[in-house]
């Protein structure tokens, strides 16, 4: 049995994870590389396996980092069921129809651009075709260090107990074993590269001009959702059962847990997939379920090296913000994920004004797919945690606000510029990397009465990465502002687990146990997270007791 990791290796988005036994082949997760333009071009790689040949996809939950590419593998050929909770599978819909969209308008600008400006785009063009070429390199160089890794590798147990010291460096200088043994993929443009392509269909279109997939496809791709409930298990694939956990993530968020039946040497195993893990308590939701038992255990690790500030510091930030707003009469910007983070901030502000420490102040909701997503949370108390539910039997959803109006069309979208101010918008996407929130951003930027507060994790080379760490210039779609407004953040309103949760939670495989009993994890892949992020929390889930090893994009592991 062999994992081999495609994304949300060393970075946080793309998640994508191949399975393969000697039965079966599934994915858990097919992700979208979001963020800077070396993740973005990562899209373009090909996938280096055949989408026909697959017998499943499991889905932890519905954002486009970890289901993006869905509607792309079904083009290409995947034709077998995506098992996922109801609430995924719908909004799952909402993304990726939306994400269908986006493309065909992202491809028709960009055509429109390339012929208005013919030599720049031909330059471009180059640039990128560079950029996913050495993305090809990154990957292949992954896959022969993988392959070619020795069977005791950092992080193994020894028959003694010891556990082998970590480090990644005794993988890669095993490299040459590997030559010819992996299939690898020739960059682009190499002369070899239609043979080695054959018998390998999937290359996803690499010119701008053309989307990865388009809404028809998106559309198509849905047909294949298979949703099951929490905590019932299904056979997914011959000899792979799947069990879905409460991830407290976003709304039908889950941890996959996969048991793979015994097969020649390899005795049956049990893999637990964290997903997104949610921080506790999750707002809203149930908080993330403890599972004691795993051989292996590939956790999400966007926090590591970070605690977040206790939740009620963030309501008063939260509350300072608008407070200041209306002092100032002026706006109050929160960039937000539409899925999960919007309807928080919604239950937040609430909860402020029931308690009555915010004035009525107006809040905007300018995301038609926050709207749909919110519509979905409205349907599903049966995913709600005890407080939501009494909220509810108390005649009040746990994501109303008294008069918020939420924009459907572009043009009550721009409307908003008129209103009277103080005002609060949430506006998507929550890094600043396009949405209905950049024509907002680019209006209040220069703005000193406007307060734009980040609510969530900046990927790394993202535009609110670069405000949020002091920027004073910013580049919105080509023309360059001056930074005026004031920048603010709150961490306390992560839909992530925080370092502390995240050991808490793995600890639970080891409790009372000790390295190398059984259900004990024999390898914690640390997946998900920023490099920084990673290596700051390995140790720590060592010192528990667990060994770890943190994959590279498109690296090759034997779970024995
Ligand atoms: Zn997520």
Not at 351 to 359: Q, T
Request: hydrophobic letters at 40%; proline letters at 6%.
């Amino acid at each position: 049995m062999e994992i081999r990791f495609l994304g949300a290796a060393s970075t946080v988005t793309g998640s994508q994870f191949l399975l393969t036994t000697d039965r079966a082949r599934i994915l858990v997760d097919c992700g979208m590389f979001q963020g800077g333009a070396h993740e973005v071009v990562r899209n373009r790689v090909p996938l280096g396996y055949d989408p026909a040949a697959l017998d499943a996809i499991v889905l932890t939950h519905a954002h486009l980092d970890h289901s993006g590419l869905i509607p792309l593998i079904v083009a290409e050929g995947f034709k077998g069921p995506i098992y996922s909770t109801k609430g995924t599978a719908e909004l799952a819909a909402v993304i990726l129809l939306d994400s269908g969209k986006l493309q065909e308008e992202y491809a028709k600008r960009r055509r429109r651009w390339a012929a208005r400006h013919p030599e720049k785009a031909e330059l471009d063009e180059q640039r990128r075709l560079e950029a996913i070429a050495e993305q090809e390199r990154i990957a292949r160089a992954a896959e022969r260090a993988g392959a070619a890794a020795p069977r005791r590798r950092a992080g193994d147990v020894m028959p003694d107990g010891r556990v082998v010291a970590s480090g990644f460096d005794e993988l890669a200088l095993n490299d040459e074993q590997a030559v010819g043994i992996r299939m690898g993929f020739p960059p682009y443009g190499d002369p070899d590269y239609p043979a080695a392509m054959e018998g390998h269909p999937t290359r996803p279109n690499l010119l701008l001009e053309e989307p990865l997939y388009d809404q028809a496809q998106a559309e198509r791709s849905l047909r294949q959702f298979k949703p099951v409930a929490y905590l019932k298990e299904v056979a997914v694939a011959p000899g792979i059962t799947a069990t879905l956990h409460d991830a407290g993530h976003i709304l039908g968020s889950s941890i996959v847990e996969l048991h793979v039946a015994a097969s020649g040497k390899t005795p049956a195993r049990t893999l637990v997939f964290s997903g997104d893990l949610g921080r506790s308590p999750a707002p809203i939701l149930r908080d993330p379920e403890a599972l004691a038992q795993a051989d292996y255990v590939f956790v999400e690790s966007t926090y590591g090296g970070r605690t977040h500030e206790p939740q009620e510091e963030a309501f008063k930030e939260l509350r300072r913000a608008v407070l200041d707003t209306v002092e100032q009469k002026g706006v109050l910007l929160i960039p937000a994920f539409a899925i999960g983070r919007t309807q928080e901030m919604i239950w937040a502000l609430d909860d402020l004004l029931d308690r009555r420490l915010i004035p009525h102040i107006r809040l905007y909701l300018d995301s038609p797919m926050a709207s749909r997503a919110s519509a979905i949370y409205r349907a599903h108390a049966d995913y709600y945690d005890a407080d939501a539910l009494s909220d509810l039997r108390h005649g009040e959803g746990p994501i109303e606000y008294d008069d918020a109006m939420e924009t459907r069309r572009a043009s009550e979208s721009q409307k908003i510029e008129r209103a009277r101010r103080p005002y609060v918008v949430i506006a998507s996407n929550g890094m600043l990397t396009g949405g209905r929130v950049l024509s907002h951003l680019r209006r209040l930027i220069g703005d000193k009465k406007a307060i734009i507060m980040f609510v969530g994790y900046q990927g790394e080379g993202t535009l609110g990465a670069r405000l949020l760490a002091g920027a004073r210039k910013a580049r919105i779609d080509g023309q360059d502002y001056q930074v005026r407004c004031a920048m603010r953040s709150i961490s306390g309103f992560s839909a992530h687990a925080d370092e502390p949760q995240l050991l808490a939670w793995l600890g639970n495989f080891i409790k009372g146990r000790r390295t190398g009993d059984p259900g004990v994890p024999r390898r914690v892949f640390i997946v998900h997270g920023d490099p920084e992020a990673q290596e700051a929390i390995r140790p720590k889930i060592e010192a528990l007791g667990l060994p770890t090893l943190i994959p590279h994009w498109h690296q090759s592991v034997k779970l024995d």
